[in-house]
């Protein structure tokens, strides 16, 4: 199943427990579609609630608002049946939005292009949590429950871990040669793998963030954005174009499973039940899979190359304290790389009424 946008997508999400998928397009624009087995995704709505491009779309838990952040600065709940604004948040920061991710069911986390990271409660209908650690844009954000920590990949080369309860940065990488582009934590907890534009796949044991583990060296371009799959296996989305399922120790590329063009893939998301693999080019087109028939068998892929491994370290998540949370000082990066262009207006309005409708 497929369906062509009139501009390019950056984003998409899938519904918690409907048939219904979200994108986010650079234009500002949201576009809702519920799609089946038998037929192609059916266009619900449109709407353009951002002036600038809405870089990051979540359905809340509940499923009845879509979350959007946008390089306009703002951060908007809409109606999942209308498309109307519930609640608007014009300066959540100073710079554009780049990423937005759900943490529970009353909480959300922001990260822009200057590398801020909020944290918004919507009971207190307020800005809870800020982490100002990261020098460039802030790529990837994932939350861990177990520990109530946010980890975060920058375009300064970084990654960060954020604790809610103390309000403090917990740890932080030594600047890396590439820019961190995407996350998954891995093997219960013990890993955590990052995409670079190198397209190799740095590896952390937690607790020893400091430096990268491991190096996997089996993607030939940028890995773009990734999902885990279960706890060995992860399935990434590269500028090539091609979606790949990969093994974490051992590290190998187990087999391509599709290849949605020949451009960058932009973004991967699993439906609620894991029926379906949706995934965004820059070729404008959603492209929903059956997640089944792609692990199946190999797919025909053009100009595929054999995986290679940097260090398959299978005994390092034995000899790696997992359980430890080792307190390391932030380190500062050096430099500062390439990010999404966003116009960053200062913030001058309170955030204590932007959850007050939902």
Not at 186 to 204: D, F, I, Q
Not at 253 to 281: M, T
Request: aromatic residues 6%.
């Amino acid at each position: 199943m497929e369906v062509l946008h009139e501009e390019m997508p950056f984003d998409l999400d899938f519904h918690p427990s409907s048939p219904l998928v979200v994108t986010s397009l650079i234009t500002g624009e949201l576009c809702l579609f519920r799609y089946g087995s038998e037929s192609q995704p059916e266009r619900l709505f449109s709407v353009k609630p951002h002036k600038e491009s809405c870089r990051a779309v979540r359905f809340l838990d509940s499923g009845k608002a879509i979350l959007s952040g946008s390089a306009d600065c703002s951060v908007l709940a809409s109606d999942v049946e209308t498309g109307k604004a519930i609640a608007r948040l014009e300066d959540a920061h100073e710079n554009g939005i780049n990423r937005l991710v759900c943490l529970t069911e009353t909480t959300i986390a922001t990260g822009d292009d200057e590398g801020c990271i909020k944290v918004w409660d919507t009971r207190e209908r307020s800005c809870c949590n800020t982490f100002d650690v990261h020098e460039d844009y802030i790529s990837d954000m994932s939350y861990v429950a177990d520990s109530n920590q946010i980890l975060a990949t920058s375009g300064d080369g970084t990654l960060s871990v954020n604790n809610l309860r103390r309000n403090k940065v917990k740890s932080q990488s030594e600047f890396s040669e590439d820019e961190l582009l995407s996350l998954v934590v891995m093997k219960n907890g013990k890993k955590v793998v990052c995409g670079t534009p190198s397209g190799a796949l740095l590896l952390y044991s937690w607790g020893y963030f400091k430096d990268c583990s491991d190096r996997f060296l089996g993607h030939t371009q940028s890995v773009d954005t990734m999902l885990k799959l279960d706890e060995e296996t992860l399935i990434s989305g590269a500028s090539d174009g091609v979606i790949r399922l990969v093994g974490i120790l051992p590290n190998r590329i187990i087999q391509p499973l599709a290849e949605h063009s020949e451009y960058p893939i932009e973004a991967l998301a699993f439906s609620n039940d894991k029926r379906y693999l949706g995934s965004l080019s820059h070729d404008k087109m959603l492209k929903l899979w059956d997640l089944q028939e792609l692990l199946n068998g190999p797919q025909a892929v053009n100009g595929e190359e054999p995986a290679e491994s940097g260090s398959d370290d299978d005994n390092d998540n034995d000899n790696d304290n997992d359980g430890m949370d080792v307190d390391m000082a932030p380190t500062s990066s050096k430099g500062s790389r390439s990010k999404k262009a966003g116009k960053g207006q200062s913030s001058s309005r309170p955030a204590s009424d932007f959850f007050a409708d939902l």
